[in-house]
């Protein structure tokens, strides 16, 4: 329990990715550790997300600051130049896919139809919403329970506050099994997979994971000093190391929430704000997403030959942010909102679903990249918007990895 958890994590890594490569046959039989670890975590998210954003409602003070309207604002403000860097990289660097005709295709949604579903979300019944990991929709009966929590006795308010307390003393004890879940991911893709099946993708998986490494070591410390004026380099490692590397593995943002929540702790924000931020950037916040759908997207328009100027991936880059922001927040969410943009350039419903039957193949490495772009960037930009230029940031990272 006291030994480094990255260390840990690295190690169940390493044997997972040798044993993958010397006896992939046993890799079935070690695959429940993983589900055991992604299915713990994604069942307690909720639960935790409920709790602690109703626990913070319910004392909030008037007149605290919780900084999330400047946060959503860089949330969406993020998600648009992942965009933007996704659409200069597919320019400058071409890519097509194998792709043929196909017999049938489902309906794809219009952006309209994004945006009316993630809003009827909001009201769907509470219990329903918890046991389906509805994010939107638990944020919006935490904070009406938590305003009706406001007028009960200081016993039931006390009672709201320990309940978070406990149940986030459950995800830490969940977080330190992750070496042993990460073992049986790790030893499961390469088992099943191994590194073949990447190898006709190279060249879109480069454009891919590129432009999410740009947008993690050079957008995001951007953001971070056009606010902060300092060094964003040590808030940008410590966040990749710590949220990156199990979301990488989880393949989720959902289920990276209590880590998430653990880091904010540890970096001493505000929990009125990151107890909010968190779980509503795991919905929200998709860089990662946004540069998949417009990537694989133009990828398609090169494959057929159409030509896309530059008033139609502006118009891309805007469709495929609001998309990511109505990505479910779960492995492959992503990919299933390609037929939307693809139907930007009149690509038919059936070549649109081949190129998300092109995401799942490529997944191992893109949808884990994507995630931990995702997730990592969620408490980068909390840290953010709610620290100042006279807060010394790089002693905050110090005391957050000595804690």
Not at 58 to 83: D, R
Not at 89 to 103: C, G, I, N, R, V
Not at 151 to 170: A, E, M, N, P, Q
């Amino acid at each position: 329990m006291k030994s480094s958890l990255i260390l840990l994590i690295c190690i169940g890594m390493v044997l997972g990715v040798f044993l993958g490569v010397v006896a992939p046959s046993y890799a079935g039989s070690f695959s429940l550790l993983g589900d055991l670890f992604v299915g713990a975590l994604k069942a307690i998210a909720p639960v935790l997300v409920f709790t602690l954003v109703c626990a913070s409602v319910t004392n909030h003070e008037k007149g605290t600051e919780t900084k999330i309207k400047p946060l959503i604002v860089l949330y969406l403000v993020s998600t648009f130049a992942a965009a933007l860097i996704a659409v200069i990289a597919s320019f400058m660097f071409p890519t097509t896919l194998q792709l043929q005709a196909a017999e049938a295709g489902e309906a794809v949604q219009t952006v309209s139809q994004v945006l009316k579903n993630l809003v009827v979300q909001v009201v769907t019944n509470p219990i329903t919403a918890l046991s389906q990991a509805n994010y939107i929709s638990l944020i919006f009966w935490a904070v009406a329970f938590g305003f009706g929590f406001q007028h009960c006795s200081d016993t039931t308010k006390k009672f709201i506050i320990d309940l978070g307390h406990t149940v986030s003393d459950v995800v830490r004890m969940i977080v330190r099994c992750a070496p042993f879940g990460i073992f049986g991911l790790v030893y499961t893709v390469v088992g099943e997979f191994g590194i073949d099946v990447l190898v006709g993708y190279v060249r879109v998986l480069a454009v891919l994971l590129g432009s999410m490494f740009f947008v993690a070591f050079i957008v995001n410390p951007i953001i971070v000093y056009a606010k902060l004026r300092q060094n964003p380099y040590p808030l940008i490692w410590f966040c990749i190391k710590n949220s990156g590397v199990t979301a990488f593995f989880t393949r989720s943002s959902a289920a990276n929430i209590p880590v998430n929540m653990d880091l904010c702790r540890r970096l001493s924000l505000p929990e009125s704000t990151y107890s909010i931020s968190i779980p509503l950037g795991a919905t929200i916040n998709m860089a990662g997403a946004a540069i998949t759908i417009t990537v694989l997207t133009l990828a398609a328009a090169t494959t057929l030959g159409i030509q896309v100027n530059l008033l139609d991936a502006l118009l891309l880059s805007v469709v495929a942010s609001l998309c990511a922001c109505g990505a479910s927040g779960i492995a492959g969410g992503s990919l299933m909102l390609i037929p939307l943009a693809c139907s930007l350039f009149g690509i038919s419903n059936d070549i649109a679903f081949q190129v998300v039957g092109v995401g799942f193949i490529i997944g191992v490495l893109q949808d884990s990249t994507e995630t931990a772009l995702n997730s990592s960037t969620d408490v980068v930009l909390t840290a953010t918007a709610v620290l100042t230029p006279l807060d010394d940031v790089t002693a905050r990272v110090h005391a957050a990895v000595e804690n």
